[in-house]
């Protein structure tokens, strides 16, 4: 196993087994919990790709990702979940736009729920009458979210900021996408993405990382695998600027929702680099619209916004995005404040102080999460995949600087990359 200790004192044990799957492991000295995650670099942007054995590209319909994490669970033998209860174990997973994670935490018996997670996730079983059921299922489960004032608002938005990218199409695909999925197209996607030179197993707790890396390797010798395959996802086309500047949705809400956002003009983004962007970025947003900014008591006093009004910033490999807003009485008036206090920030800089005492309480926030697996494992994996380490959270933040923050900031809150979505009823 090879090793790496990070300055926080954290040790992280890493191997690539022989059939491709790379090994994480992140002990804890003193920890009753472990948290494991079994994830594939596949989720719903991944809609268009071909491996080494086809010359074509192969389109699946949109929501798939999704789908087959709710099938994994089934088995032959039926639900699987009953199985980690009995073990005393907690298990759950996730889609994202561009990860699949299966997941467990428990405290004790973490052979047996290593073996479990390992087992079902490495054992597809799909039919036609299982894939029909499912539909029923997660169509109403999309049902839910297209009367969900939160969802809609956000995948307006993204709707919104993207004219090509998959990330405008929502995670869970609609009732028609799904509706032309079959065990066939399961088991394809499967194929190519769920090889595990396409994955990361990741354990983050209180054990010993040899002995858990022994059982890992124990339960992979017993199982035979594909050649790992070549995977080559279509690249597309995004310009830079916004789809529509506004969009708005009618809902039954008893107050308006309204969301501003910043679309990223780089197309291709990772590593270190992500990591920087994201973390200066971040800082700079909440020195600016954190809830111990000047902003956001002014808004508060105006009645304009609640205390759900907050900011994100992410980036991925291929999109990125800032998104400021909340509940609003007023989205119009909310978003000519939020574009006021931006075009300040913009003319005059973000004070020194402000920034500071913001990137402390950054630092402060990820060494406490330090304490917590799941954390760990989640932000790990997601890093991971985007090239990134999260465990350099703390070196970057300790190198920051406000003129960088500006110099990001200034190239980034373009107007022609500005979108904003509501939604009132």
Known sequence: METNTFPM???VYQERLPN??????????GFAQTFVTFSTHYGSIDRVFRTSASKDYTTVPDGIAHFLEHKMFESEAGDVFPEFSRYGASANAFTTFDLTSYLFSCTDNLHEN????LN??????FTDANVEKEKGIIGQEIQMYNDNPDARVFYEL?????HEHPVRIEIAGTVESISHITKETLYECYDTFYHPGNMVLMAVGGF????VMGWIKDNQGKKTFKPIPVIDRKAFSEPPTVYAPEVTVNLAVSQPKCLIAWKDAVNEMSGPELLRRELALGVALDALFGRSSSAYQELIDEGLIDQGFSWEFERAETYGFAVIG???????RLTDRVQQVIDEALQNGIGEAEFERCRKKALGRFLTTLDS?????????????????LLDTSTVLGEITVDEANREFRAYFDPSRRAVSIVRS
């Open 208 to 211: 010993d990382p040899e002995t």
């Open 20 to 29: 491709g799957l790379q090994v994480v492991l992140l002990p804890k000295p």
């Open 373 to 389: 697996p799941g954390y760990i494992a989640r932000g790990y994996i997601s890093y991971l995949f985007r090239g990134a380490q």
């Open 158 to 162: 993204l709707k919104a900021l993207y």
């Open 326 to 332: 909340g509940n609003t009485p007023d989205p119009r």
């Open 9 to 11: 004192g954290e040790s």
């Open 114 to 117: 290593l073996d479990l997670l």
């Open 120 to 125: 079902f996730v490495q054992d597809p079983y």
